[in-house]
């Protein structure tokens, strides 16, 4: 089968930081790439590449589609000014300009030549296998799978949120129906019903699809082969099985670190000790034969000089070893109990009675010492609302909420107030220590690399500031923890140690997220906001 998109030594970087370095690819036509790495890695970059949007710095990138490109970025690039009409027919422009060709050739079939009758039949084929008399429908479907079905086609773009202008890019996309899709983290901001939808989508999607995801039940579902952005090496592994190959290899791969960094140690161990003392013994306490002095001596400085020899060879292995050692991999991430945390007793939030405008109504809600609460709903039920009126960031218009002890709360959305501000700071804002504790005290959460500590703020990406946000959230004891949306924007293996790390959490904890994996897995009280009022109801 031909290649469609193929990569052939290119490289890639931004100011002085190398992000790919001579890296090839190549995709058949059909295949379905999920695109996974550490937050970055490059893997937008590497998306934006291949779309044509960005160029490599050398090599080549080279996609062929005669059914046309779809490119969804993380971020949506929407007009603020324009309507949700006009994003529609711009993303139906293509199929808008063959269907005129078509009835521009129509108009003089019957007197038309051979080579108008193939240019015809030509459009017609390429018309009906993007399914442009279906475009509309398509648009129908895709607007209701992902919640936007009652959504005012002359609304003004500015006026959506983040995760409308989000779901309608991927609603255009996905009915434009381009040959090849290019979709950056597109299960951003959706809800399970939506989650399922789009999946189906893309499962009955005759092209190529390559998305990048840290959704890891989509990645499992639709994609036929991973792609991981190494960023140690600059380089991409491709893992031909999907999903379930990809975490054998690199739960292997972890595996093999930490007996590698144990033989380190040991080897390290084992040279420090012979050459500081071990080996000199090896003559000591010979007794003289004979009477013999000269013979004697001859025999203990050939000895001497053979210990010499090997404790010299001991230190240059150990010289070795040390200019090339074998880290120690992170610590699993845990996060810091307040004093006294599992032995609290009582309510550490109340709320009752509160109303912000009409996207919340709690008459009665209390999470106490140790409690767990999974609160889940439709995009734009309340569920954000909720956590920042827990957090104490959004105050409502009317009720009361009463908060004891220490709360920590990772938002959704990280702001950036400060660009120009290195990492390292940014992280040791409001924590005591001086710089070299900060620097071992982030480190040692695996979330940086120590050549990222200067790097500006405003130059990370969406999953690094999401890795910040968590940073300062791991180095501050608390008693509960709201976490909204913990799990986007972050790599896999990243994923899972949250997941644990929120396991063995004895605080109290209220978790909003659209991730089914974690929710299969919770151990809590779920809530769902629904029923058209945003009120907080079990499930």
């Not at 595996?255 to 040991?266: F, K, S």
């Not at 978790?511 to 079990?538: K, Q």
Request: aromatic content about 4%.
């Amino acid at each position: 089968m031909p290649t469609q998109i193929s990569l052939h030594d290119v490289s890639k970087s931004y100011a002085d930081r190398l992000l790919l370095e001579g890296v090839s690819l190549s995709i058949r036509p059909g295949d379905r790439v999920g695109i996974v790495g550490e937050n970055g890695a490059g893997k937008s970059t590497l998306l934006r590449i291949i779309a044509g949007i960005e160029r490599p710095d050398e090599g080549r990138a080279v996609l062929s589609a005669d059914g046309g490109i779809g490119y969804l970025g993380q971020t949506p690039d929407l007009p603020p000014d324009c309507t949700v009409r006009d994003a529609i027919d711009a993303a139906l422009a293509e199929l808008g300009d063959i269907e005129r060709q078509l009835r521009s050739l129509e108009s003089g079939l019957g007197s038309a030549g051979a080579d108008r009758l193939d240019e015809y039949g030509d459009l017609l084929t390429l018309f009906e296998l993007r399914g442009g008399y279906e475009a509309d429908a398509r648009v129908a479907k895709a607007l209701h799978g992902l919640g936007l079905e009652a959504l005012d086609h002359d609304r003004r773009l500015g006026s959506l949120s983040g995760g409308e202008q989000a779901r309608l890019g991927l609603a255009c996309l996905i009915a434009a129906s381009p040959e090849v899709m290019l979709l950056d983290e597109p299960t951003n901001h959706l809800d399970a019903t939506a989650l399922d939808w789009l999946e189906d989508a893309l499962l009955a999607h005759r092209g190529t699809v390559l998305a990048v995801s840290h959704d890891r039940l989509f990645l499992q579902r639709i994609a036929t082969a991973i792609v991981e952005v190494d960023a140690d090496r600059r380089d991409l592994v491709r893992y031909g099985e999907g999903y379930g190959t990809f975490v054998a290899t690199k739960a292997a791969a972890r595996r093999r670190w930490e007996q590698d960094h144990a033989q380190w140690c040991d080897e390290i161990d084992r040279l420090t000790e012979y050459a500081a003392g071990t080996a000199h013994g090896i003559a000591q306490g010979r007794l003289m034969k004979d009477n013999n002095k000269m013979a004697y001596d001859r025999d203990r400085g050939r000895v001497q000089s053979s210990v010499s020899s090997r404790v010299r060879n001991a230190q240059e292995r150990l010289r070795r070893l040390r200019a090339e050692p074998v880290p120690r991999p992170p610590e699993p991430l845990r996060f810091r109990a307040a004093p006294g945390v599992g032995g609290a007793e009582g309510t550490l939030v109340r709320l009752d009675g509160v109303r912000v405008g009409d996207r919340l109504a709690v008459d009665s809600l209390t999470v106490g010492a140790g409690e767990r609460l999974l609160v889940h709903g439709a995009n734009g039920a309340g569920k954000t609302t909720l956590l920042r009126v827990l957090a104490g960031v959004t105050e409502p218009d009317s009720g009361t909420v009463v908060r004891r002890g220490r709360i920590g709360f990772l938002a959704q959305e990280i702001p950036v107030s400060r660009p120009a501000e290195p990492l390292l700071t940014a992280f040791g804002r409001g924590l005591t220590g001086d710089a070299e504790e900060l620097t071992a005290l982030l480190l040692s959460y695996g979330l940086f690399r120590e050549r990222d500590l200067q790097v500006p703020v405003g130059a990370l990406s969406a999953g690094q500031h999401r890795r910040l946000a968590l940073a300062r959230l791991l180095a501050r004891p608390a008693d509960l923890l709201l976490l909204d949306e913990p799990t986007n924007h972050l790599a896999l293996a990243l994923v899972e140690e949250l997941e644990e790390a929120l396991t063995t959490w004895p605080g109290a904890l209220v978790v909003v997220s659209h991730d089914r994996l974690l929710r299969r897995r919770f151990a809590g009280r779920p809530y769902e906001i629904r029923d058209g009022r945003p009120a907080l109801v079990p499930c």
